[in-house]
């Protein structure tokens, strides 16, 4: 598989690498080569057969505006965009092009997610306060972050809470620390995930990737996990 991956950040970089471990052809586009998506013509997008995006939230719309116009296939890993999230999938479905989004692209974090919805059906209505903290490196541009908003609305989804507080905290090179909370007069109870690395998160990406250039159609990294 021939791969673009946009973005030559920490974890840019780390897409790189796993992709060519599996075996894949590897071409990266750092900020300035791809300033204001103007590398990514059609004839250029052509030559690969996915593409995958660690980039800004602004760059990123740029990006998915270029790539998913010409009915390339693509993986974004990028956050902080959501907001354009519809105009993304209507591109995507008449363009009959490939959009695989996600908040956090962890297996682990995925597993999480289904823990913490499970969690809040079952302390439903038992007199328990929810709360999420989160930590990422001093880098990251968005506050909370993607994976702790998607937390808190897998909570509220079951639990029909109108808000759950974040705390969200930027230090150092931290590569990740998301921590739900329920606590009630009687007890507390705790769900942890916390990311060694940013391999795990690029992994994820490139499986993903794999399984996008095979399909059309917008989907969240969370409603594909376990196929690819």
């Given at each position: 598989?021939?791969?673009?991956?946009?973005?030559?950040?920490?974890?840019?970089?780390?897409?790189?690498?796993?992709?060519?471990?599996?075996?894949?052809?590897?071409?990266?586009?750092?900020?300035?080569?791809?300033?204001?998506?103007?590398?990514?013509?059609?004839?250029?997008?052509?030559?690969?057969?996915?593409?995958?995006?660690?980039?800004?939230?602004?760059?990123?719309?740029?990006?998915?505006?270029?790539?998913?116009?010409?009915?390339?296939?693509?993986?974004?890993?990028?956050?902080?965009?959501?907001?354009?999230?519809?105009?993304?999938?209507?591109?995507?479905?008449?363009?009959?092009?490939?959009?695989?989004?996600?908040?956090?692209?962890?297996?682990?974090?995925?597993?999480?997610?289904?823990?913490?919805?499970?969690?809040?059906?079952?302390?439903?209505?038992?007199?328990?306060?929810?709360?999420?903290?989160?930590?990422?490196?001093?880098?990251?541009?968005?506050?909370?972050?993607?994976?702790?908003?998607?937390?808190?609305?897998?909570?509220?989804?079951?639990?029909?809470?109108?808000?759950?507080?974040?705390?969200?905290?930027?230090?150092?090179?931290?590569?990740?620390?998301?921590?739900?909370?329920?606590?009630?007069?009687?007890?507390?109870?705790?769900?942890?995930?916390?990311?060694?690395?940013?391999?795990?998160?690029?992994?994820?990406?490139?499986?993903?990737?794999?399984?996008?250039?095979?399909?059309?159609?917008?989907?969240?990294?969370?409603?594909?996990?376990?196929?690819v």
């Open positions: 598989m021939r791969v673009l991956v946009l973005g030559h950040g920490k974890t840019g970089k780390l897409v790189a690498e796993v992709a060519a471990e599996r075996g894949h052809s590897v071409h990266v586009l750092d900020a300035k080569e791809n300033a204001n998506a103007s590398a990514l013509t059609p004839p250029f997008v052509a030559g690969f057969d996915v593409v995958i995006d660690f980039t800004t939230p602004e760059a990123a719309v740029q990006n998915m505006r270029a790539v998913l116009a010409t009915g390339a296939k693509m993986v974004v890993g990028t956050t902080g965009w959501y907001d354009k999230l519809p105009d993304m999938r209507g591109l995507a479905e008449r363009r009959q092009a490939g959009l695989l989004y996600g908040t956090n692209f962890s297996v682990g974090v995925q597993a999480m997610l289904q823990m913490a919805k499970k969690m809040g059906e079952l302390l439903k209505g038992a007199g328990y306060e929810f709360s999420i903290e989160e930590t990422h490196h001093e880098t990251k541009l968005d506050s909370p972050s993607g994976t702790a908003i998607t937390l808190a609305k897998t909570v509220q989804a079951v639990t029909g809470l109108a808000e759950i507080p974040i705390q969200a905290h930027r230090v150092g090179d931290a590569a990740g620390l998301h921590v739900l909370e329920a606590k009630s007069s009687a007890d507390r109870l705790v769900l942890i995930h916390e990311a060694h690395s940013r391999r795990g998160f690029a992994e994820g990406a490139v499986r993903a990737a794999e399984w996008i250039s095979t399909h059309s159609g917008c989907y969240d990294f969370q409603d594909v996990c376990t196929k």
